[in-house]
């Protein structure tokens, strides 16, 4: 049941031109059970889209910054005490970011400019990938095992 909360929290968060709100997450099962998760989201501009999904990952944050025309946003966490940031600015920047079982890591990635693009997969523990692209229709694919 949870996860239908979470998502409809973050169907809301995403649907104006200009929101910013943070939403406290509840995992109620496995060992994660405690209510300090946040997922933020903040998108300014026209046609900024995301979609996020924190499930059983307790002490962690994502946080997701969208500026500008046609952006998009797919970012999916699982993992303990971690953290996503993801930052674009410009137009038709589109990133996936995923961060399952990587207890203690962090993703922070920034794109500024235009069709920009970024998958962005990690699984190691005790990791951190960051990624920053300037310009246009630069891409990358990283993955962390």
């Known amino acids: 049941m949870n996860f ?29 059970s405690g209510p300090d998760s946040t997922l933020k989201v903040y998108q300014s501009g026209v046609s900024n889209s995301a979609t996020a999904l924190q499930a059983d990952a307790r002490d962690s944050t994502v946080d997701i910054t969208q500026r500008g025309i046609g952006n ?38 920034q794109q500024r400019g235009g069709r920009n693009g970024a998958n962005v997969t990690q699984t190691a523990s005790d990791s951190s990938v960051e990624l920053t692209q300037v310009g246009f229709n630069n891409y990358a694919n990283l993955n962390q095992h």
């Open 4 to 32: 239908f909360k979470i998502a409809a929290l973050a169907a809301v968060v995403v649907s104006g031109s200009v929101m910013a709100s943070a939403f406290p997450q509840f995992p109620g099962h496995g060992n994660n």
């Open 72 to 109: 998009g946003a797919n970012v999916g966490q699982g993992a303990d005490d971690s953290t996503i940031t993801l930052v674009q600015d410009g137009f038709g920047n589109q990133a996936v970011l995923s961060q399952w079982t990587a207890e203690d890591s962090t993703i922070d990635v």
